[in-house]
Structure formats: C-alpha cells, structure tokens
C-alpha cells in the first residue's frame, strides 16, 4: 500500500512541473504568454468583449508553433502583433 501512495505522489509531483512541448504547453508558459499578450490591449479595442477570446487564441496560437514560451519569445512585435490582429479578426464583434 505505501508502494501505490509513493508512486501516485510521484507521478502528481512530477505532472506538476511538467516541461513544455509543441502543443501542450505547461500551466506556467501559457500564463506567461497571456501575460505578456496583454500589453497589447490597445491594439485590439475593435473586438470588443471578444478580447479573452484573442488573447486565448493567441496563446494557443504560440503553443502549437513552438516547443515553450521561451522559444516564442523571439519573434519580434511585428510578428506577435501580426498573430494577435489574425486572431482578432476570427473573433471580431459587433457590442
């Protein structure tokens, strides 16, 4: 019994710090990236109450594309703009 109760809090250990691949980013990546998204809150006034919207597609957008968060920080704004006005315009709305 205390075999199974090691195992299981290895495994819940070792879930939780968990490394970033392409596709399934770690809960501290994402949260990163949705931080550092949101500088450009500005930029997307247009979408209305849509904004989670585009700031979640744009995450999603950077995890599928690259192995972490540190690998997508090298894009430069152009670029990082250029994903978050594609996500805006799959989301647009009229308020």
Sequence with gaps: MKFV???????AL??????SVKGKWNQ????EALRDVKEY??????VGTAKK???DCYVDSLEKNYEN?????????????GILMDCAIKNFRFD
């Design 5 to 11: 109760l090691i195992v299981l809090t290895s495994l």
């Design 14 to 19: 070792f879930a939780c710090g968990s490394a």
């Design 28 to 31: 501290a990546d994402r949260e």
């Design 41 to 46: 809150d500005s930029a997307i006034e247009t």
């Design 53 to 55: 919207l585009c700031f």
């Design 69 to 81: 968060y540190e690998a997508a920080k090298r894009l430069n704004e152009g670029d990082r703009l």
